[in-house]
């Protein structure tokens, strides 16, 4: 059974920075299409990373260059380093994997149907 655990979460300052772990068991964790993806208040699931197998990596247009995805393979961890934090990233995290491996990253929240709990972030000052 796939299990996925997120945490990290919390109330940061506009500019702050955060780190969302996801502990993930029941499956290849090293080999697979993983993602983060976040849920706004009132809004649809919004993709916001993911890495591949190979351990290439993409980003939404509204968070390259300020979050950075990894991957620990030895401790099953998929992580979210997010810096210059905004109001607008706002929202639960949710850890997210693919049904499928694939080399190319898709960017549709549907494809990654195995989520966490989730991890609230919340960005105000």
């Known amino acids: 059974e796939v299990q996925l655990v997120e945490s990290g979460g919390g109330l940061v300052q506009p500019g702050g920075s955060l780190r969302l772990s996801c502990t993930g068991s029941?499956?290849?964790?090293?080999?697979?299409?993983m993602s983060w993806v976040r849920q706004a208040p009132g809004k649809g699931l919004e993709w916001v990373s993911g890495?591949?197998?190979?351990?290439?990596?993409r980003y939404a247009d509204s968070v390259a260059g300020r979050f950075r995805i990894s991957r620990d393979g030895a401790k099953n961890t998929l992580y979210l380093q997010m810096n210059s934090l905004k109001p607008e990233d706002t929202a639960v995290y949710f850890c997210?994997?693919?049904?499928?491996?694939?080399?190319?990253?898709?960017?549709?929240?549907?494809?990654?149907?195995?989520r966490g709990q989730g991890t609230q972030v919340t960005v105000s000052s």
């Open positions: 997210a994997k693919a049904e499928r491996r694939t080399a190319l990253i898709p960017t549709n929240p549907e494809r990654y149907p195995y």
């Open positions: 029941g499956f290849a964790f090293s080999d697979s299409l």
């Open positions: 890495m591949n197998g190979g351990g290439n990596t």
